[in-house]
């Protein structure tokens, strides 16, 4: 019996101390490995590298990016946090050409990169990102002029050593298996999803370098104020002389700014008013819901429409959604209602079709003459049936939303 009194970790099995381990943060793997040579290799465990969050590492240096490359890091990393030194005092590169070549060799199955503050301007070009990556997310990061191109900058700053790393990528990427079948996008970049939060540094010229994309389907731009309407426009999907021309493979699109409260900025949503082929989700944030929905009307395949972090009013809402008989889902997230107002009706005045079906869709009472503001409990509601009517194959869904108490 007194065998029994005594509980050890080294009875249990090592896939329920690897559960346990999963737990912890990677400092605390690292530090665990000191405990004795099971729970080193037990560390070592692919299985606990799957998903790795370095951004919470305080005094993350490129020394220790080699060193848990070398020895922690392999075959089953599937997502990548990592944590740059843009807004560090030390400052200096991060992220070098060689650690990412070897990270790409060492991890064949990174799918998803995020990277939060880093200074990408020692990169030429994303190719030298591994070529396995599906999705990118750049938070807070700076970029140079030609980071999205699928080849290398003629300068004279560039590099043999780019040069050939730039042309044995490209020779691996244009090379086929043995039953025929192309390795890798023609393009060269198989990243379907591309994230940009807060990016200052992402303009026009980046997001016309990536109409070259083949497998774009994802992209979300996020307080990039230096994108503007006419860069959106010329990017939009569009039939051309040699078929459709543009973003063609992209499916979503995200547009949002809700940073620089009063700064005066172009609306990069107008953009949508060129109609996009193909676009079947779109996402509106900020100060692009207004513009954008005067646009939206002209995207012809739209099933999906999420407006979050704005101030609309029912009947703004109405009009746009009119024309979008093919939405099948239809979000409001963290959205302020203005609250009704019944119009005005002059006696002997007589109404115009469109503006009483307007009128009944949305319910209002148009009996009495003088303007105020009706109910604000109201609203909602009021709205969800007026976009039963309108659109009755489409879901309706408000998160967080609410009625402004004081109308203007």
């Not at 997502?79 to 400052?91: D, F, I, K, N």
């Not at 020779?171 to 807060?198: C, F, M, T, W, Y």
């Not at 039939?239 to 995200?254: A, C, Q, R, T, Y």
């Amino acid at each position: 019996m007194d065998e029994f009194n005594v509980c050890n970790l080294d009875y249990f099995p090592e896939n329920i101390l690897i559960d346990v381990l999963s737990y912890l943060t990677v400092r605390e793997l690292v530090r665990v490995t000191r405990v004795c040579k099971r729970w080193k290799r037990l560390v070592r465990d692919q299985r606990l590298w799957r998903f790795v969050d370095l951004t919470a590492w305080k005094g993350m240096t490129p020394r220790i990016l080699w060193i848990l490359l070398r020895q922690y890091l392999g075959s089953g990393l599937r997502s990548l946090r990592l944590r740059g030194l843009l807004l560090s005092a030390r400052g200096g590169t991060f992220l070098s050409e060689p650690w990412l070549k070897a990270l790409s060799i060492k991890c064949p199955r990174l799918r998803k990169l995020y990277l939060l503050h880093a200074d990408l301007r020692g990169l030429l070009i994303c190719q030298v990102l591994p070529p396995s990556l599906q999705v990118l997310e750049l938070h807070g990061c700076e970029l140079p002029r030609g980071f999205f191109n699928q080849t290398l900058p003629t300068s004279p700053t560039c590099s043999k050593e780019q040069a050939e790393a730039t042309s044995s990528a490209g020779a691996q990427q244009q090379g086929s298996d043995k039953k025929g079948k192309v390795l890798g996008s023609p393009s060269g970049i198989s990243i379907e999803r591309l994230v940009l939060n807060h990016v200052p540094s992402f303009t026009d010229q980046h997001l016309q370098s990536l109409t070259s994309w083949e497998r774009l389907g994802r992209l979300e731009l996020r307080d990039t104020f230096r994108v503007t309407a006419n860069g959106l426009r010329n990017c939009a999907a569009k039939d051309g002389m040699h078929g459709v021309e543009g973003l063609s493979k992209l499916k979503f699109l995200e547009i949002g700014i809700t940073g620089r409260q009063g700064y005066q900025l172009q609306m990069a949503s107008l953009g949508l008013g060129a109609g996009w082929l193909g676009l079947e989700e779109l996402s509106l944030g900020g100060k692009e819901v207004g513009p954008g929905l005067l646009c939206a009307r002209r995207l012809k395949d739209l099933k999906h429409l999420c407006l979050w972090a704005c101030t609309l009013s029912e009947m703004q809402v109405v009009r746009s959604c009119r024309m979008l008989r093919g939405l099948r889902r239809l979000e409001f997230l963290d959205v302020n209602f203005h609250p009704r107002q019944c119009p005005p009706v002059v006696d002997g005045e007589g109404v115009g079709e469109e503006e009483h079906n307007s009128e009944e869709v949305a319910g209002e009472d148009s009996s009495n003459n003088e303007n105020k503001i009706c109910d604000t409990s109201d609203t909602i509601p009021s709205l969800r049936r007026s976009l039963a009517d309108l659109l009755p194959s489409c879901t309706v869904v408000f998160t967080n939303c609410s009625v402004l108490t004081n109308a203007e």
